[in-house]
């Protein structure tokens, strides 16, 4: 079976031909991500258990098309455009900021529930995050206002470095606000950072490449939704180059990563789930306040540590929420 099958039926109803679900008149959920379906599937299980908490389950009472553009963002806007044609009850627009403008330049009369990493009141997304006004309410994760706490995490688990690494996406929304955090944090700490810029595949390859050149003695990579659908390939790097690096989510650690800083990723989809359910039962976007997380979670690879020969500081264990082994 190919994969894009198998993603397919992975997607259960997502799978049905649209004419097929149309006949049964439940309401479909349209879903657009910048992310990609192979990083994705914990994800999705927890926006359908927010769903199911509401009374919506898959196949009975709703059906979810989908549409990912696998970290291309300029794919966004036709990927919404194809789901507003769908004239869709609810539009979950998640994996980023670049999802949630596409969708709001779609429409302005479906709900959009969207999923962010930063400041949706700055980007023009909503009006507030108590009372969003318009068809759009969702969730923030605001890891991309997180750089400072990485960069100084990493510089504590190894303070020796000289040249302080940066993984960096020119297309992403957030990376100028993102490069301003990266180089106050490092200028306060005297080091010498190096940014390393990716938009795509190639770029990715030359850029984990540059960051050996230039010698850098750890790295991190920005809070970017582009970097996620690439994960295990920059864990690889990470680990042949015999680098510490330090990312946004947990599942960056679970695959091999040193360490991460972030909210927990799969509770905020869950809320998504949540709020799309309630509009499926008559809630207004516009009474829905913005959901922002009330914790970060700070994960630490010991097994990648003992292989880089690292010790990780007893205040840094001690404040650790999971120690994998």
């Known amino acids: 079976m190919k994969r894009r099958e198998f993603i397919g039926l992975l997607g259960g109803v997502a799978a049905w031909p649209l004419a097929a679900r149309a006949q049964q008149a439940i309401p479909v959920i349209g879903f657009m991500s910048a992310r990609a379906p192979e990083t994705d599937m914990h994800l999705i299980a927890a926006f359908r258990e927010g769903l199911r908490e509401q009374g919506f389950v898959e196949g009975k009472n709703f059906a979810i098309e989908f549409r990912w553009a696998r970290g291309d963002y300029e794919r966004l806007p036709a990927l919404a455009a194809e789901l507003v044609a769908l004239r869709v009850a609810v539009l979950a627009a998640v994996g980023g900021d670049s999802s949630a403008a596409a969708a709001k330049q779609a429409t302005s009369t479906i709900p959009v529930v969207f999923g962010v990493g930063g400041d949706p009141t700055k980007s023009g ?47 992403f929304e957030r990376t100028s606000r993102q490069l301003e955090q990266i180089e106050e944090a490092t200028r306060k700490l005297g080091l010498q950072v190096y940014f390393a810029n990716a938009r795509d595949d190639v770029e990715l390859d030359e850029a984990c490449a540059s960051l050996v050149r230039h010698r850098v003695g750890a790295f991190m990579v920005s809070a970017d939704p582009y970097f996620d659908t ?32 972030g909210p927990n990723i799969t509770e905020m989809y869950k809320h998504g789930g949540a709020y799309a359910g309630r509009i499926l039962r008559g809630a207004k976007p516009a009474d829905l306040p913005v959901v922002q997380p009330t914790k970060f979670l700070l994960v630490i690879n010991q097994k990648t540590a003992t292989t880089l020969n690292l010790a990780i500081p007893n205040s840094m264990q001690l404040l650790a929420d999971e120690v994998i082994e």
């Open 230 to 261: 690439r994960r295990d390939k920059i864990v690889t790097f990470a680990a042949q180059a015999r680098l510490p690096a330090i990312y946004q989510f947990r599942e960056f650690a679970l695959a091999g990563g040193l360490i991460s800083y």
């Open 125 to 171: 997304l909503v009006d507030s995050f108590s009372h969003p006004g318009g068809n759009l309410t969702g969730y923030t994760l605001l890891t991309s206002q997180m750089e400072t706490k990485r960069v100084g995490l990493l510089h504590e688990l190894v303070p020796g470095v000289g040249v302080f690494g940066a993984l960096v996406n020119p297309n």
